[in-house]
């Protein structure tokens, strides 16, 4: 089994949920977040007071899959996440041990 | 344990078998009452039969030991699967020795029938004390019933240690109870309108009810030193309502624990429908349409809320003299119509009236102090209601008296009476179709006529935040975002309107209509043509209600960092004090929808989006012009019907070719055609002038070819007599006439004391452009300007140039602390140095000032050598004390 997080622009959740549904996936966990990569910061003014914008919203998804879906997962999320800018976000994959559903204690890929 | 052979061994088996002859009998008689009473019994059948077999054989023994229900089970009111509290009342601490192991025994044995048990073991001292880390037990301890064993000692509990605890430690109990309530109603959102509400402990549910019987056992043990049956207290009216509601909940839940199959109270949508085809708590057996279902739960709920609060009100004591000069310095709030008590209105007048003015009168009462109704004054609402609400449809001072209310500090307590009571309907039964509405949704918690209260709590919130915070420069820090958007707040021109449109913005839900926004918009029709409200602010109804999904889903669903996303929001909002409307209404929709909605990630987005945009729609409003034939724009189709009959009609085109579009933006149709009518006259008389008095200010609207000076020259005028100048607008159409708008305080009140000035007043701006009367003369004989408050946190002067946002202007943005005379200052630098002024936007913010020029010299941008004089001038003149 694969962790599976993704740091995605949050205008583009609705289409990357969308597409992973569409490929099965449906059990996820979105977190509104900060952050940013080589994109930085920069600094706007409003009314005569600057603001530094250097940590920017963005969406985090995390979902453990069955490694045979992991593929097609990234697939779907680098198909409807990307733009083309700087600050599209990443993709990041780990192993998972184990996973146990707590209703009824399954475990493994059964969890899942 | 029980052995087979045990008479207790078939307990187990007659338990189930009884439980399920109850829920039998529930399922055929809906009666949630006899169902719990009837498990009680059965309960007590199992424990008695449990104790005499294995604690004593004789009744009325051991005399060191007494049996005793508590809580839920002491009131005789056990939930299918409620728990058991007992108390196992021994009279010195060797008893409790001597009897633990058979305790123990006992509570294994009664586990094992299948009941779930809670059980303690109190010596009488025990409880007479207060458990301060455990203060449920004093609580469950109100409603103790003997069940077995010594007699005495459980005399000895309810006539001696419980009134004395009483006695001693009310104000405690009553005061822990009224925390407890608290917190659980804050829990909660403090309101009864959930879409799946919590029977047992929101806010109106079972947990309610027993505080309230709680209180009055307190109340009546101290004065009577013995327990009563609470109910038969209360007042005969009070009684009937909840009387009707406990047997409504009760119902419901015994349905849901039947239906869980554990003690879950979570009243979800399939269990609403459920509860409503079987006719539950109302008439059995008679379907009901869901909807209508839980508009009697909310009935009840609403009862036994107000029920609650009004005995924890009464039973909390004056705890000090200072509590008591506060609520004497209340009484002095009373006036003619309406005495204050207590920190209560009472009429003054009980008799019935049909005035909708005295009707208004005691809610702006409570708007302006956040006072509350006494039991009087609700009852002489009721009955004045229908005479005095036929007459406030067509009342002329509906609109004046309901916006007061809207700006007052207590605004949403008054509209939440009013809703309570009934009269919001009356004077606008467009709402009346999302009373108690539930609209089935995931994210959203309430019902949508509390969604609505709740968005006006949040705005009303946002204008506490900003008292408190007081005025200053907004910081960039974690979390700020309300107190940036509470800024945004204090800016708007007419914060009642935008509750005035909250109100509305939902009511097409409860509209047999496709779309809730199309139902909306109807009702604001309807509501601001009775109102009388003018055609502009139609407009910005008409555009809040239509958009007010359009922040979010942009924020949401867009880029909100593209600036593609910025320019196409900013051209759908046009302008900003409509996007200042727009941001706070979107705030507190959001924020309205569930407690967890608004996430502070989200508020930042919602700032950002806002910033942006004002930034665009202040700095691209050079390039954003009127081209008269080549767009089709619904307002310009509007002037053209309104001057159609003109005989001059013909050259509205010219007239508004070249304007930024900002002027149709911020302009109702009426207002661009009187500005057309002016301009028109202006072959005869070349400087065309309008001065109309507004609710807080004054605006002067001036008409005339654009020449040097010309800027300087209005502003020095209006430095002359004295006026100081909160906004103003300048822009130019191609054909150079130049169109000025000026919102200003007459700060010695000249024109408001003195009529006769206002013409002096409007001849002597005609003059000084006409050059009749020359402006240095007009200066030197002028109103010395009374000195603005020194700013508490300093505003140095900022002076910034942007080549980027107009392709043929240089923008220049300044900020300083204002002061008299200060337009007139900057447009003097600014024109000695030769520059024109093509666009100004002028906006204070308290004693902020932020200027925005669109200027050019010689018909192009500045260039750097002419922005280093303007921005040296600019600080040379600008710089020093203000005072």
Known sequence: MTKLEAIIQPSRLDSVKEALREIGVTGMTVSEVRGHGRQKGHTEVYRGSEYTVDLLPKIKLEMVLPDGRVDAAIQSILKTAKTGKIGDGKIFLTKVDEAIRIRNEERGEAAL | MTSQSSPLSSLSGFYAAEWAGIGRQFANSGDGRAAVVARSSLVDAIVDQVYHHLISPERNAPLDLCLIALGGYGRRELFPHSDIDLLFLVADRPAETSHREAIAVMVRTLWDVGLRVGQSTRTISECSQLHRDNLEFNIAALDSRYLAGSPELFRRLRDDAIPHLVGRDRQDLVRNLADMTEQRHAKFGNTVFHLEPNLKEAPGGLRDYHVACWLTLISEIEKKGRSVAPEEHWPPALRAAADAAFTFLAATRCLLHYRYDRDDNLLTYELQD???????????????????????????????????????????????????????WRSRLSNADFSVLRGRIFPRQPSIVDDPALLLGLFELVARHGLELSREAERWVEEC?????????????????????LNLPHAVEALRTMHRLGVLVVLFPEFAVIDCLVIRDYYHRYTVDEHTLTTLQSL????????????????QEEGGWERKLAEIYSELEQPELLSLYLLLHDVGKGMPVENHLAGSLDAEATVSKRLGLGAGDRETARFLIANHLEMSATLLRRDIFDSDTVRA?????????????????????IKAVNPEALTPWKAEMLWRLYAQT????????????????????????EVRRLVSTSANAGGLGAFLEGFPKRYLETHSPEEIAAHFAMACQLVSAPVQVALRARERNFELTVLTADRPFLFASLTGTLAAWGMNILKADAFANRAGTVLDTFRFVDLHRTLELNPTEVDRFKTSVMDVLTGKVNLETLMSGRVNG???????????TQVRFDETSSSHSTLLELITHDRPGLLYQVSSVLANLECNIEVALIDTEGLKVIDVFYLTSRGSKLDSAKQDQVQAALLGRLSGDPA
């Open chain 2, 274 to 328: 459920e509860a409503a085809s079987s006719g539950i708590g109302s008439e059995p057996g008679r379907p009901l349409p869901t909807a209508d279902w839980m508009r009697t739960y909310f009935r009840h709920a609403r009862s036994v809320f107000q029920l609650t609060n009004r005995f924890l009100e009464e039973a909390l004591p004056a705890t000090s003299s200072l509590y008591g000069l506060f609520q004497k």
């Open chain 2, 385 to 405: 209601l229908p005479r005095a609400g036929a007459k406030a449809a067509g009342f002329p001072g509906l609109w004046p008296a309901f916006r007061r209310i």
């Open chain 2, 460 to 475: 009303q919130a946002l204008g506490v935040l900003r008292r408190e915070t007081g005025s200053g420069r907004p910081r």
């Open chain 2, 569 to 589: 929001f900013a051209d759908k909002v046009g302008a900003t004090e409509r996007l200042k409307m727009l941001t706070l209404l979107t705030y507190a929709d």
């Open chain 2, 614 to 637: 004002t930034n665009y729609l202040t700095r691209g409003l050079d390039e954003e012009r009127v081209h008269f034939g080549a767009e089709n724009l619904a307002k310009v189709d």
């Open chain 2, 786 to 796: 009374q000195a603005l408050a020194r700013p508490k946190v300093p505003i140095p």
